[in-house]
């Protein structure tokens, strides 16, 4: 071990615990869990000043006093992560891939000058959070607990520069097993979501607020979600909504390449390809333009088309509509590799699958 590495083992065998005095679990209905509304009784909270981390604890979930000039609000420095812990019914539970979770909120925070986070303290902080509540974690079929760690300049600060201060913090929520629908969606061929040299690539706050309003205007004509299209010619697609996006074409698994940076390389996109490779199916990862996915939908070769990401793993999609013209996609029942890869992620996350690939990360 060198000495950085030594220094910051120090800090994190010293997180701080301050237990929540009585629990909220009791008023939680495990069969009517509302998303992002119930959190868990305790958070994770470090703060970066000097350059270095300190301070980390673990505390009752409350709110934070910040200074109205706190440089996030102003200038947008704050990245942050999504990922879940599950419980199986021997009370097991896991973690899915939470390293890469690690790995990408340092590629986030770099694009935005903000610090890095050593892998060591991120892992131990959720691990230690997740550990302490871990009977908020439903331990029904498709539930699970939401984690959400976030990085954000709290520096007082009105001039324009990257912080010198920052908090990383980390809460958790239940979540109940949600069926997503299948939802239609427009190929938008107006606003974009990213462009080359920009911050697509990163879990940026600001990237969501930007797509708030296509998303808002694409809702008012009855589309849940919207195909992002480059930002240059709106004929090459890029993800879903905040989903990455895959095309089962003939006998071809297509998604867009994440090396352009206007696509985040999902940590389910990358665990769908690898199980669908392991099917026997062809996968390329290339630009995939609208033209041939519109022509696919039209001779019958788009066999399916579906989300992928944290929140609802895969999320079919039942018509695309572009320029005005609504392509109705195969019945759900029918889409066979989607939702096989599906059900296999699934016995993955709770350790009912051979964990091949050392996915799963136990507490
Ligand atoms: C988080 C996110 C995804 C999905 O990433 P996962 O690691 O699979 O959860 C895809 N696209 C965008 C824009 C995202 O923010």
Redesign the pocket.
Known sequence: MDKGEEKIMDIVSNIKIEKSEGSKLPFLDFDNIQFGKEFSDHMFIADYKGGEWQNLKIVPYAPITLSPACAAIHYGQSVFE??KAYKNESGEIFLFRPE??AK?INKSAARLCMPQIPEELFMEAVKQLVEIDSDWIPAIEGSSLYIRPYLFASEELLGVRPADEYKFIIFTAPVGGYYSEPVHVKIETEYS?ACEGGV?FA?AAG??AAALYPAKLGQEQGFRQLIWTDAKEHKYIE?AG???IMFHIGDTLITPNTDLET????????SVLVLAKELGVKVEERRVSVDEVIEAAKNGALKDVFG????ATIAQISSITYNGVKYDLPAIESRTLSNEIAKELQDIKRGRAEDTHNWIYRI
């Not at 696509?263 to 990358?270: C, F, N, P, S």
């Not at 992928?308 to 929140?311: E, I, L, M, P, S």
């Open positions: 999504g990922m890469e979770n990408r979501r697509g879990k990237n969501y993800e905040t989903m990455n696509t985040l390389a999902g940590i389910t996109r990358d992928t990401g944290t929140a």
